[in-house]
């Protein structure tokens, strides 16, 4: 809209013209179009540019977080942005970028010789209860925690059943 050599509008000509031709676009103002003659200039196109915006952290800064990660690779990623005065997603980049992941340690309990017939012996103890009306199923809580503990109550009733 603004043309070329003799054929040049100004940005106030081409903001009517604008405003003319596109009517159900909201309008668009001088300083926009100055923007855009800017960047045509500039860059040859008005498409928009993604923007990358890299992280900037100086390697000591990146050699402690990584010492940091390999003393105590337990520690999170949130921790150690804090620790370093760092953005956590800085953090997060730099991490990926070096190829290392803190992790969580999980604790988890240790499967025995007998487990799977404790967990029959279990069962057929609990289908006893429910089928001599009890057990409700009602009282039962399924949950897909982690981490579940059952209270001495739901342990008496069942060892009462047999």
Same mark, same amino acid.
């Given at each position: 809209?603004?043309?070329?050599?003799?054929?040049?509008?100004?940005?106030?000509?081409?903001?009517?013209? !604008?405003?003319?031709?596109? #009517? +159900? *676009?909201?309008? =668009?103002?001088?300083?926009?179009?100055?923007?855009?003659?800017?960047?045509?200039?500039?860059?040859?196109?008005?498409? &928009?540019? #993604?923007? &990358?915006?890299?992280?900037?952290?100086?390697?000591?800064?990146?050699?402690?977080?990584? *010492?940091?990660?390999?003393?105590?690779?337990? %520690?999170?990623?949130?921790?150690?942005?804090? +620790?370093?005065? =760092?953005?956590?997603? %800085?953090?997060?980049?730099?991490?990926?970028?070096?190829? &290392?992941? #803190?992790?969580?340690?999980?604790?988890?309990?240790? =499967?025995?010789?007998?487990? #799977? +017939?404790?967990?029959?012996? !279990?069962? +057929?103890?609990?289908?006893?209860?429910?089928?001599?009306?009890?057990?409700?199923?009602?009282?039962?809580?399924?949950?897909?925690?982690?981490? !579940?503990? =059952?209270?001495?109550?739901?342990?008496?009733?069942?060892?009462?059943?047999?």
């Amino acid at each position: 809209m603004i043309g070329y050599g003799d054929r040049a509008r100004s940005q106030c000509e081409v903001v009517r013209l !604008f405003r003319e031709t596109h #009517p +159900d *676009l909201p309008p =668009l103002n001088q300083g926009t179009i100055s923007k855009i003659e800017a960047q045509y200039r500039e860059m040859g196109h008005v498409r &928009k540019v #993604p923007s &990358k915006r890299q992280a900037v952290v100086d390697d000591d800064t990146k050699l402690n977080l990584l *010492l940091a990660l390999e003393e105590k690779p337990i %520690t999170s990623a949130r921790q150690l942005a804090r +620790d370093s005065n =760092l953005n956590h997603k %800085t953090v997060l980049k730099v991490v990926k970028y070096e190829k &290392k992941r #803190p992790y969580k340690m999980q604790a988890v309990q240790e =499967l025995l010789e007998d487990d #799977p +017939d404790r967990r029959v012996e !279990f069962c +057929d103890l609990l289908m006893t209860c429910i089928d001599q009306n009890q057990l409700s199923l009602e009282w039962i809580v399924f949950s897909d925690e982690a981490t !579940f503990t =059952l209270n001495g109550h739901i342990l008496l009733c069942i060892l009462n059943c047999s």
